[in-house]
């Protein structure tokens, strides 16, 4: 099992939609959570830090279900800027500090 | 406040070469955290560098190795070059030793032949 795994998509959504990512993890003793964008040919680019109790940023909502190991973002309204990549990021120490990023999900708005 | 910044920005070698790549960290940033993005994946963790010591290795050969210097830059060094190893490596820079969130530079390219 990969330590972190997302749908790679692509997603093609219409400017306007609603859309949602998921993501797994599979090291419980997973301490911090976050989601990357990152454009084509580009370096990623934190989007937002994920906790518990989840939170928002605008058009984004980000959730953490630790007892499922489940991170999710939300993205309402789509614009044609939000194409991109988004990674799932999971950070934990076990012997050693790690950083671990999901493949990415791949979102396509269109006009 | 300057970002984080790296060089070269691309770098072409062959088979068996050495290479060095260099990275600034972001102006307050004391820990530095290298990654290997290969076409169509997430970056892959290669190693973290806090205070001028290895605080964290991923699953990478002995041959990546590293140096953080004392005003907090550093050199990723890759010996004995793979044609695997062309990739996009990522430099990225953070202020808390664990647990918080990186920023990253734009990246090396390198294409080993």
């Known amino acids: 099992r990969k330590e972190v795994e997302q749908d790679p998509g692509p997603f093609n959504v219409p400017e306007g939609a609603t859309v949602a990512f998921n993501c797994t993890y599979s090291?419980?003793?997973?301490?911090?959570f976050f989601w990357y964008r990152q454009d084509c040919r580009k370096e990623p680019k934190l989007l937002m830090s994920?906790?518990?109790s989840g939170n928002e940023d605008g058009r984004f909502t980000a959730q953490l279900n630790r007892a499922s190991q489940y991170i999710s973002l939300l993205i309402r309204d789509s614009k044609l800027s939000d194409s991109a990549t988004y990674l799932c990021?999971?950070?934990?120490?076990?012997?050693?500090?790690?950083?671990?990023f999901g493949s990415g999900t791949r979102l396509l708005v269109r006009p | 406040e300057t970002g984080v910044t790296q060089s070269p920005t691309h770098l072409i070698k062959t088979r068996g070469q050495q290479v060095t790549l260099r990275c600034s960290s972001q102006s307050g940033h004391n820990t530095v955290s290298w990654y290997q993005q290969a076409l169509g994946q997430g970056p892959q963790f290669i190693f973290q560098y806090y205070r001028e010591e290895e605080n964290g290795r991923g699953n990478f050969p002995p041959r990546f190795s590293g140096l953080q210097f004392p005003n907090y830059s550093s050199e990723l060094n890759v010996n004995a070059l793979e044609l695997d190893d062309s990739a996009l490596y990522l430099c990225?820079?953070?202020?808390?030793?664990?647990?918080?969130?990186?920023?990253f530079g734009p990246g090396t390219r390198l294409t080993v032949l």
């Open positions: 994920v906790y518990s």
């Open positions: 990225a820079s953070s202020l808390v030793l664990a647990g918080g969130s990186e920023f």
């Open positions: 090291n419980s003793a997973s301490q911090s």
């Open positions: 990021v999971v950070n934990w120490m076990d012997s050693s500090y790690k950083l671990i």
